[in-house]
């Protein structure tokens, strides 16, 4: 079946640097969202892509779907003590969502 | 204000009971979700359902059951054949177009 496969799946990182999560998945996806999930709490939605090659920015996240519509990432840029938490990308097969594996990102002040 | 309900947050059960987490949206959305998420670990579906009085199974569907008698209402039962059921039970709904999935805050379900 369908799999979508997320690295990594930990980053410690200190506040201030920068961070990266990608995203793969084993077909060809009609569109890719992004969640971000806070410790304790439920997914929240960030972004969705839909074009191939698309590059999508929201401050300091940026998120691209790759050309071929099969992986995405997330980059965030000088990251800030809010942004902890866990990562989740998920791709559209038909009718549903399939979830990748998370990052769980943590910053350290 | 619109969202989407869970009920109850916490639920302790014995094992060989069956349990019925609800699920209510008024969002007036047609899909419906159930994810299952274990410690550290991404969101794997249970049940979906597109439309009232249809559903389907998804990835992981052994032990569950699910109804859908009306637009907002997505009950999930974990029943006694679910071998490992202790984890947290997220429920969302989306259009049925390609949107967004709107959670609720979950149900956290522990077997004694």
């Known amino acids: 079946g369908q799999q979508v496969m997320q690295i990594p799946q930990y980053q410690h990182v200190q506040e201030g640097e920068d961070f990266t999560t990608y995203c793969n998945s084993s077909?060809?996806?009609?569109?890719i969202q992004w969640y971000k999930q806070r410790p304790g709490g439920h997914p929240v939605f960030l972004i969705q892509?839909?074009?191939?090659?698309e590059v999508k920015k929201q401050k300091r996240l940026t998120f691209q779907f790759g050309e071929a519509k099969k992986n995405s990432s997330l980059h965030i840029t000088a990251t800030q003590t809010t942004d902890v938490g866990t990562y989740f990308c998920?791709?559209?097969?038909?009718?549903?969502?399939?979830f990748g594996t998370g990052t769980r990102l943590k910053v350290l002040a | 204000d619109g969202g989407i309900t869970q009920s109850p947050k916490y639920l302790f059960r014995k094992e060989g009971q069956n349990v019925t987490l609800s699920c209510e949206q008024n969002l007036n959305h047609d899909a419906m979700y159930w994810y299952r998420q274990d410690p550290g670990q991404g969101l794997r579906l249970i049940y979906y359902?597109?439309?009232?009085?249809?559903?389907q199974k998804g990835d992981i569907a052994e032990g569950y059951s699910v109804s859908r008698e009306k637009k907002e209402s997505f009950p999930l039962t974990v029943t006694s054949a679910q071998k490992n059921p202790t984890a947290f039970y997220l429920c969302?709904?989306?259009?049925?177009?390609?949107?967004?999935?709107?959670f609720g805050e979950g149900s956290r379900l522990t077997v004694l």
């Open positions: 892509l839909v074009k191939s090659g």
């Open positions: 998920a791709g559209r097969g038909t009718y549903k969502y399939i």
């Open positions: 359902s597109q439309i009232v009085n249809d559903f």
């Open positions: 969302a709904s989306s259009d049925r177009g390609p949107g967004e999935l709107f």
């Open positions: 077909t060809t996806l009609s569109n």
